[in-house]
């Protein structure tokens, strides 16, 4: 059973325009959020990351948004660039000591 | 600084047959994961081991499946006998400590014919 949900497996943006990955989870105890960014043939890595404590979160050109009451959280790339052409990853925990869970992942293409 | 390196990077092998695959962690790091990939189920974990020792293996999916962390600078991933539906990219990840942020290796492709 999927506690992360990533409803859009594909999502192809225009150069220069915003990019939104959605992603949904189940787990009422999840308080932290995290999106992770893989290239091909590359492991994850660590993009940026929220806590429930928060509703938004900032880092250059990314943003993150989390609705807890509609267990939704979603990532914002503006402007979009070539090389964020990428699978994008959400994941979350119940709490610091407790297991990330992962979501099945958005292919992003950002098309000139 | 070195990262998280896996070997093999890729691995064919036919169906019944032991594959090992290989994880040295990030020195320094106390934590290491072993996490699966595949399109339906996006990364799953496996096995979670702090300080070398096995914390959480419930994402194992059967007894053909075992890890081994013999010191704090490698681990393996062994599957034996493997079939096809083992087929999968198998990503190794270290950590400062626990779930803090994860470093994931480059992966190891696996394709059981």
């Known amino acids: 059973d999927q506690q992360v949900k990533q409803n859009s497996p594909s999502l192809s943006v225009q150069e220069g325009r915003i990019s939104i990955l959605n992603c949904d989870y189940t787990?009422?105890?999840?308080?932290?959020f995290l999106w992770y960014k893989k290239y091909p043939a590359e492991g994850p890595t660590f993009l940026i990351s929220i806590s429930s404590i928060k509703d938004k979160n900032e880092d250059g050109r990314f943003t993150v948004f989390l609705n807890k009451s509609a267990k939704h959280l979603s990532l914002h790339i503006v402007p979009s660039q070539p090389g964020d052409s990428a699978v994008y990853f959400c994941a979350a925990r119940p709490g610091t000591a407790s297991k990330l869970t992962f979501g099945t992942g958005t292919r992003l293409q950002v098309t000139l | 600084d070195a990262g998280v390196i896996q070997s093999p990077r890729h691995e064919v092998t036919e169906m019944g047959q032991e594959v090992t695959l290989r994880c040295k962690p990030i020195s320094g790091h106390n934590s290491l994961f072993w996490y699966r990939q595949t399109m339906m189920r996006g990364l799953e974990l496996l096995i979670y081991?702090?300080?070398?020792?096995?914390?959480?293996d419930s994402g194992m999916p059967e007894d053909r499946f075992s890890a081994k962390m013999p010191n704090a600078s490698f681990s393996t991933l062994k599957i034996q006998p493997s079939e096809p539906r083992d087929s999968a990219v198998y990503f190794c990840?270290?950590?400062?400590?626990?779930?803090?942020?994860?470093?994931f290796g480059s992966g190891t492709q696996l394709s059981v014919l």
């Open positions: 990840a270290s950590s400062l400590d626990g779930w803090e942020k994860l470093f």
């Open positions: 081991f702090n300080n070398n020792v096995p914390i959480d």
């Open positions: 787990n009422s105890m999840f308080d932290y």
